[in-house]
């Protein structure tokens, strides 16, 4: 099993562009999540999703948009890049939500010029 | 609103020392609690959690954490780091209400010195 995985590792935007972080988890999970992490901010909820075709508001949903067509896969779209938006992403997912551990991906180095 | 503290955020410590990481949160129901430890340039992992039962829980390479529902409080504890344990630390609830949300804390940076 290759657990969580996120595509790209890294990427360098100019503002106002835009661009789609993918999220793959093959542990047959229902729920998935996209949090940024800040230096000294810890880790933060942008949005969630509790199945297939659901998503959910999280702490900071502002300027990001996802989609979740598929129980496999969760996407995280920036459509007008910003300099506030420059952080380390990281997907997570878990069977049960809050009763069981979450899995994290590698992360996604996003820099916002 | 449910909160999370981490009142350390950078612990410097020497091989063999003994350590204890705090974690506060704020929620008056059942919770579960985790701890997840982020090795450099890694991804979070698991250290250990809490979801019922007995207080004392162990985890992974020596790592355990107390859960003191009187002080709302899931300290981590090691009796003796070692230096390959430097790595930054969170703590994280899920209020058992039926939200699917955890709750992070803003992370302990530990470093051991060799």
């Known amino acids: 099993n290759a657990g969580v995985t996120q595509t790209p590792k890294f990427r360098v935007l100019k503002t106002g562009q835009s661009m789609t972080l993918l999220c793959a988890q093959d542990?047959?999970?229902?729920?998935m999540y996209w949090y940024r992490q800040d230096p000294g901010m810890g880790l933060r909820l942008i949005h969630y999703?509790?199945?297939?075709?659901?998503?959910a508001k999280g702490e900071v949903p502002d300027g990001y948009n996802v989609s979740r067509l598929k129980k496999q896969n969760f996407l995280l779209g920036l459509e007008s890049a910003a300099p506030s938006q420059t952080s380390v992403y990281f997907c997570?997912?878990?069977?049960?939500?809050?009763?069981?551990?979450?899995?994290f991906g590698p992360g996604t180095r996003l820099t916002v010029t | 609103a449910q909160s999370v503290s981490q009142h350390n955020h950078h612990v410097i410590l020497s091989e063999a020392a003994s350590l204890e990481l705090g974690c506060n949160y704020s929620?008056?129901?059942?919770?579960?609690l985790f701890w997840y430890v982020q090795y450099p340039g890694q991804h979070l992992q698991l250290l250990l959690k809490y979801f019922s039962g007995d207080p004392l829980v162990k985890g992974i390479k020596g790592f355990e954490a107390e859960f003191i529902k009187s002080k709302f409080s899931f300290n981590l504890r090691k009796p003796s780091v070692q230096w390959s344990d430097t790595a930054e630390y969170f703590c994280a609830v899920n209020a058992n209400s039926g939200t699917y949300k955890y709750i992070f804390g803003t992370g302990t940076r530990l470093k051991v010195l060799a």
């Open positions: 997570a997912s878990s069977y049960r939500g809050g009763y069981d551990e979450q899995y």
């Open positions: 999703s509790v199945g297939e075709g659901t998503t």
């Open positions: 929620y008056g129901g059942t919770v579960n």
């Open positions: 542990m047959n999970h229902e729920y």
